[in-house]
């Protein structure tokens, strides 16, 4: 028995949405690596593909507290605030690349969106059977198999991707959503 | 972009389908509180009533090891093998409300279904956003936000609760998922 819901749903990626982690790899690949790579370096460029070791900053990921100390981005707080009165909102991360991360993904949300109880949050490796009528997601593979309206929010790895439905920021992400619901 | 999949999808619980947390609750209360509660006593009852001290079975849930060291339902490892060779497999579980279950249950997926990839591993607290052809669950609140057809697996604590699809072991849920899909 299925029961639909009034209000529409939007599942929201972390990393690069809501989690700064282009700013973390930055940072942190500075702190281990001593290269400090510029931010304009990382755009239109596969993840990772604008640092001298690729794999190095793959390793990054592995680390205990890089997903535990990343920033957030800016404008996502007040978004999802809002977002919170008028959307049933999903935070869904595809987390269980990095089985580490869980709890620090965990952590993460509990301190800088505490609203989001756990019921509104999802770890998982494919998000093809999560069906929300929006997804605000930087991932290509993420959007291409939601079932929902797909909203790609542009990261630096992802500008030379076409995409129909792009926002460049959360108060674009506000304006499409509030147009579209 | 919704791209259909040929092969029907199933999302499979945990705690109580494929994980005994019967037993366990039962084993851990007696080791901890001193009193052995009989299998046969949680029958028909909600889940902890049949113990003493109910709080007390709830506080088991936050123990380290607790769902780590959970022993495997009978005939659910064979049962999952056989059905990975012909449908989409997630195993979906709401394990946010412990995050520190996260991890345990990561590493006991690992130890016992190891051809599960991190994939196909949910990890949620309101499963109403999963859409798969079929859920097998042992709750009732899982099952009737179901979007697919929902199969209650029998557990102690479901045995008074009326549904119309109910399979007693993995044979059964078999034989029902091969006739219908």
Redo the contacts between chains.
């Keep these: ?3 639909p ?1 009034s209000r529409k ?1 939007i ?1 929201i990626d972390m990393d690069h949405v809501i989690a700064d982690i282009e700013y973390q790899m930055i940072d942190w690949y500075h702190k281990k690596h001593g290269v400090l790579v510029e931010r304009e370096a990382l755009k239109g460029l596969p993840e990772g593909a604008a640092f001298p070791e690729r794999e190095k900053v793959r390793q990054l990921l592995y680390e205990p507290g890089f997903f535990r100390e990343a920033r957030v981005i800016p404008g996502a707080q007040e978004a999802v605030v809002k977002l919170w009165n008028d959307f049933d909102i ?1 935070i869904v991360s595809a987390a ?2 990095f ?2 991360s ?2 620090e993904k ?2 993460w949300l509990k301190e800088h969106f505490p609203f989001i ?10 998000k ?5 009528d929006f997804m605000v997601d930087d991932h290509l593979k993420n959007l ?4 929902g309206r ?1 909203i790609m929010y542009t990261a630096s790895h992802n500008m030379a991707i076409d995409y129909d439905v792009r926002v460049n920021d959360w108060s674009e992400a506000l304006q499409y959503l509030y147009s579209n619901h």
């Excluded at 093809?128 to 929300?132: C, E, K, N, R």
Aim: with cysteine; hydrophobic share 35%; net charge negative.
């Design positions: 028995m299925y029961m819901k749903s599942a999903y269980m690349e089985p580490l869980l709890h965990y952590e109880g756990w019921k509104n949050i999802i770890f998982c490796g494919d093809s059977v999560v069906d929300t291409n198999y939601c079932k797909g």
